[in-house]
């Protein structure tokens, strides 16, 4: 590791984490302390511009006032009360989400319409909750509908999450090597391969196929629309929900207000989580009505999940992403975040949508470039050897694009 940043506060923060904290992360020499928009300062004072965002949850930035302010009124009220209750905020946040969802966008996220459903929403506390949700509505629509189908076809190189049951859904052997047995029924066919999912979903047994419209973790690589349409009808030929993922790339990360509207389809079943309350913990699934309304009281819960605190956090970030209309400056500074990774020495290939973009490079240094970039003001990630992916605030502005830019080609050039 090159980066030297100093020894106080960072040198305890480090002995107390080797000590006491499980080591089920890589974590890199830098302890921060504060933020704003799309700069994090460290324990040593030092300014870093964000390119991961709290990986994908700063939404609005960090620290973001607005956010601040909902919660801090609500902290001084009241925080949990339990899901026996009504809390404000909870039924307005999943009315906004709802419009959300049912907003109907061209292919390159400019809102056009609406579908006029109405979804109804299951609040829980992370992305892999929201999955773990996601999938049992889709075996409750399974054991009414479907003769007790209980089979979920999902892609390989996707990521659901980290319980059992969203590991299983995870296309990555990688994931599967420990921690067995895993839930039964789940099974994964390559992405973008219409015939190789409609041979699975022929087998029988099925109840729901899973997908991201930007697979995040396994690389940002797109399904591509005339596929994702292409599903839509096979779920409709066969009556099989249609779960999308929408963990990573909702609330407007790729532009539209969730992925899937760029391919101008509608799913049954949306999960969601990380941009939804600005890096406050929420995760949340939905299902339109008819599909929803399958949940009796009992089928499903979580202490935490919906919390009064959690909701005003919530309420507060999407109120605000469509305030500002967040999707048309993510559609306009995600084109400029592409053109100016494309134009990087090494970089071969510029993939995702919006503020969620992959930079394939044809030299193995991503790694190295992660470590380092610290030492440049930079905080990136990378996926393996070779891919960095950017995850920005969504607030993020040109001239950062162009300072990120600049110090990343400088670095490029350094260890190429
Ligand atoms: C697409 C997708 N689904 C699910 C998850 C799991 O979310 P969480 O880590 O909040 O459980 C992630 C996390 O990166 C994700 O990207």
Redesign the pocket.
Known sequence: MATQLGNGALAKAQALDDAYVMHTYGRLPVEFVSGSGAELVDSEGRVYLDFLGG??CASLGHANRVVAAAVREQLDRVWQVGNYYHVEHRGELAKAISELLSTTTDERGHAVGSTGTIWKTFFA???????EGALKVARRWGERTLEGASGIISARQ??????LA?LAATGQDVFHRSFGPFPEGFSSVPLNDLDALSAAVGMGGTCAVML?CV???GGVWSANPDYLRGVRALCDERGLMLIV?????GFFRCGAPFSFQLAGIEPDIV?M??GIADGF?M?AVAARAQVADLMAPGDHGSTFGGSALAAAAGLATVTELVRRDMGEHVIATGDYLAERLASLPHVTEVRGRGLMRGAQLDVPIATPLVEQGLGRGLVLNHIGDSILRFLPPLVVTREEIDTMAERLGELIGELA
């Open positions: 990986i994908g506390n992370s992305g892999a909750e929201a999955n996707s990521f659901h999450g980290r319980t969203t991201e697979q995040g973790e993922d929408e963990v990573q790339t999960s989580a990380k913990p995760g």
